[in-house]
C-alpha cells in the first residue's frame, strides 16, 4: 500500500525581481495532467502580456510519481522547466503544478542567471505554500439503484471518500474515490445495501 506524502493544501503566488525581470511564482495541487494545464491556462489568463509562462508538474508520490513533465516556454533550453522541477523535487511534494511567469526586464540574465531565477522564484513559492497530507485512495466503480444514491453519498461524507462521476441510465452508476484505509468498510456498506461492485476496480495508489 502507497504511503501518505504532502502535497500543497493551497493555491499561493509569490514574486522576485532579478535585474528588472519580474518572476511570478504560482503553485496548486494537480491530480491530473488536465487539471495542470488548467491551472496553466489560468496563469496565461491571468498574465496575457507576459512572455514566458514556463512550468513544472509532479503527480503522485514524490520519488514514485506517476506522471511528470516540464516546459521552458521559449527560454533557452533547460534555464526554465527543469529548474522548477528540481526544486519541487527537492521540496519532496507530489499532486503539485507550479507555474513561473517572467516579465522581461530588459538585461539578459545568462542561462546560469535563469536557472537561478527560475528555481528561485520556484523556491520562494514552496517555502511559503502550506503542506497537507495526500491520503492514497482507490476508485472504485458500483451500480445501484435510485434510492441507494442518497445513502451512498451520505456514507462518502462521513468517510471522506468522493463521488467523482455519475451517470444515469435504468440504474446509477458512480465512481467513488474511497480512502484506502476505509474500502473494507466500504465494500461491505454495499454488500449489506445491495449495491454492486465490479470486478474491475482501479487502484489509484500513486
Not at 46 to 57: E, G, I, K, N
Not at 128 to 139: G, L, N, S, Y
Not at 145 to 167: I, K, M, N, S, T
Amino acid at each position: 500500500m502507497s504511503k501518505d506524502y504532502p502535497i500543497p493544501a493551497e493555491s499561493i503566488e509569490r514574486e522576485i525581481d532579478i535585474k528588472k525581470s519580474r518572476f511570478i511564482a504560482r503553485v496548486a495541487p494537480v491530480n491530473s495532467r488536465e487539471e495542470a494545464m488548467a491551472f496553466l491556462e489560468r496563469a496565461r489568463a491571468d498574465f496575457p502580456d507576459a512572455r514566458h509562462h514556463c512550468w513544472a508538474y509532479q503527480i503522485g508520490r514524490p520519488g514514485a510519481a506517476t506522471q511528470a513533465a516540464m516546459n521552458d516556454d521559449g527560454e533557452p533550453s533547460g534555464t526554465a522547466g527543469k529548474p522548477i522541477l528540481n526544486v519541487i523535487q527537492h521540496k519532496d511534494m507530489g499532486d503539485i503544478m507550479v507555474v513561473v511567469i517572467r516579465y522581461f526586464g530588459g538585461i539578459k540574465l545568462g542561462a546560469g542567471g535563469l536557472v537561478r531565477a527560475y528555481a528561485g522564484a520556484t523556491e520562494a513559492v514552496l517555502s511559503e505554500v502550506t503542506r497537507r497530507t495526500q491520503v492514497p485512495v482507490r476508485r472504485l466503480a458500483i451500480t445501484l439503484g435510485f434510492a441507494l444514491e442518497q445513502p451512498v453519498r451520505h456514507w462518502c461524507e462521513q468517510h471522506e471518500a468522493h463521488v467523482e462521476d455519475v451517470g444515469y441510465g435504468e440504474g446509477v452508476s458512480m465512481q467513488v474515490a474511497v480512502p484506502e484505509a476505509s474500502v473494507q468498510a466500504f465494500v461491505a456498506f454495499c454488500r449489506a445495501e445491495g449495491v454492486t461492485l465490479p470486478v474491475t476496480e482501479e487502484d489509484d495508489s500513486e
